[in-house]
């Protein structure tokens, strides 16, 4: 009989968000008509930008005519998509070569798909509390998982240490869950970790476009030396609504050897055989992200996440309670009161303010005593939600 892969076995049997899901659901039918306000899971709530929306219009009128109807693309990417993207980097002053990025549909994909360049016995450094997908995907490839425990002390930023036996580090900057960015310095150490030990960083950029401190690095490719060890990671899920919509880009530099092999050949050869690429019309809808006016209208709707952080920071401040993130990030990672255990404080505000957050050890032991709140709610909800928040902490 064939033999399955005996790892999924060893996977946590309940995904974080299902048992949120199966908490408020009881919830909800012990309580019709309540009216529940959900500030836990990471969806955008925001349309997406209307220079994306005309864009794919335009796109699926090309598909319709056979002058302009497009078949197979290159499955590393569309040229005017990688175009696109590098183009947008060199404006912030990273130099890259179009061939640099390539096309992904979506950050989740990559971060389990990327794996594939890696040994499975090579080891992953997963710093908690992080999101889950690292932790899950390197259990089920077999991967020997190294964990680096952050907490308060620093700021739930942890620096490298040449004690750590991992070859692949996982490193997400905005932070999910905890919003925390890693400073230019702090981040130049992984940079320098990874290059001594030729290990190999694999950089999760989902919420960079979050960052406002221009102080702070928003890519991995701002700091010297990473071109010899970083893959990046990104996503235009957050960045401009696409959750649902389903397109992102990784960045795999040429100079990224091991063992004599380039990392970014190795990927091409991947993409190449594993998949036919992405959809025309999502690369068109993906492409006018990076126009001006894409990049002024995604904008407005992180504006409209940043208020709502900053309604949450208000009370929170209000109320003395320690956080982090919020400022830079699309998540506020607070400390429990009194002691509080995460998910004792989820059932606290379920059942006595009827708001729904995420316990913050779903993400790693060290996130017991933690709760995140998402801001991508809509502002009524987010008010509303923070009245209700500072009954309890007040
Ligand atoms: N990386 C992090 C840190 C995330 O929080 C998420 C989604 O919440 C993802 C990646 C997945 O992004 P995508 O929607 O592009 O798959």
């Known amino acids: 009989m064939i033999e399955l892969n005996p790892h999924y076995a060893e996977l946590k049997d309940s995904y974080l968000f299902r048992r949120i899901g199966a908490k408020t659901e009881a919830y909800c039918a012990a309580h019709p008509g309540t009216r529940l306000l959900r500030m836990g899971i990471g969806d955008v709530s925001l349309p997406l ?6 864009a794919l219009h335009e796109a699926v009128d090309d598909q319709a005519d056979k002058a302009t109807f497009h078949g197979y693309l ?3 990417g569309a040229p005017f998509f990688r175009e696109a993207v590098a183009d947008h980097y060199r404006g912030r002053g990273i130099a890259l070569t179009d061939g640099e990025v390539f096309v ?4 989740s994909d990559e971060l389990g798909d990327i794996l594939d360049l890696f040994s499975p016995s090579s080891a992953a450094l997963i710093m908690e509390p992080a999101y889950p997908a690292y932790v899950d995907a390197s259990v089920i490839a077999g991967r020997r998982i190294v964990r680096l425990p952050a907490g308060e002390g620093n700021g739930f930023l942890p620096a490298p240490d040449d004690s750590l036996d991992a070859d692949l580090v996982y490193l997400c900057s905005p932070n999910n869950p905890t919003g925390a960015v890693f400073p230019r310095e702090l981040l130049g150490s992984w940079v320098d970790f990874a290059n001594r030990r030729g290990a190999v960083i694999l950089f999760d950029a989902a919420y960079e476009a979050f960052i406002e401190d221009p102080a702070l690095p928003r890519s991995i490719f701002e700091i010297d030396g990473a071109r010899t060890c970083a893959v990046e990671i990104c996503s235009l899920s957050k960045t401009a609504g696409f959750t649902g919509t389903r397109l992102g880009y990784t960045v795999i530099p040429k100079d990224l050897t091991r063992g004599g092999q380039s990392l970014h050949a190795m990927w091409t050869r991947n993409r190449t055989t594993k998949t036919n690429g992405v959809s025309y019309i999502l690369q068109r809808g993906g492409a006018a992200v990076f126009s001006e006016e894409g990049q002024r209208q995604i904008r407005e709707n992180i504006a409209v996440y940043k208020r709502n952080a900053k309604t949450l920071m208000r009370v ?4 003395g309670v320690w956080y982090t993130g919020g400022r830079n990030a699309p998540y506020i990672w607070m400390k429990c009161p009194d002691g509080m255990k995460s998910w004792d404080f989820f059932d606290l505000l379920l059942n006595e303010i009827q708001v729904v957050g995420t316990p913050g050890e ?4 060290c996130g017991e005593g933690y709760f995140r709140f998402s801001t991508f709610g809509s502002p009524e909800d987010t008010e509303e939600a923070a009245e209700r928040v500072v009954r309890v902490l007040g």
């Open 362 to 365: 779903g993400f790693g032991a």
């Open 104 to 107: 992904s549909s979506g950050a």
């Open 74 to 76: 290159p499955e590393c």
């Open 316 to 319: 929170l401040d209000s109320v």
């Open 49 to 54: 930008a209307p220079a994306v929306i005309r």
